[in-house]
């Protein structure tokens, strides 16, 4: 599976970005969003399964949406309210049936004050 994430930038606190994430290959099970901030681990921010199930990271709930398609492996992220402490790297993530993890390249997000 291959995935191909883009719409990072940069943007001032409040602003608004939205990401998007095409994929090929094999079927998935589930599509999701990570990020990782300088000196932190990588955390879950938001995530769809194939049978619509939606979760969000508490941090972003009422600010980021995700929508997307699972079976035709696309997904976007939709951020608004964003804060400095939203600044990271932000990654694709794709799984299979089997729970074999697939990553998409980064996508810098800065959010300045």
């Known amino acids: 599976v291959q995935l191909q994430a883009s719409g990072g930038g940069l943007v001032q606190a409040g602003g608004s970005l939205r990401l998007s994430c095409a994929g090929s290959?094999?079927?998935?099970?589930?599509l999701a969003w990570y990020r990782q901030a300088p000196g932190k681990q990588r955390e879950l921010v938001a995530s769809?399964?194939?049978?619509?199930?939606?979760e969000y990271a508490d941090s972003v709930k009422g600010r980021f949406t995700i929508s997307g398609d699972v079976p035709k492996k696309t997904v976007s992220l939709q951020m608004d309210g964003l804060k400095v402490e939203d600044t990271a790297v932000y990654y694709c993530?794709?799984?299979?049936?089997?729970?074999?993890?697939?990553w998409g390249q980064g996508t810098l997000v800065t959010v300045s004050s």
């Open positions: 290959g094999s079927i998935l099970s589930l």
């Open positions: 769809l399964a194939s049978d619509g199930s939606i």
């Open positions: 993530h794709g799984r299979t049936i089997l729970y074999k993890p697939y």
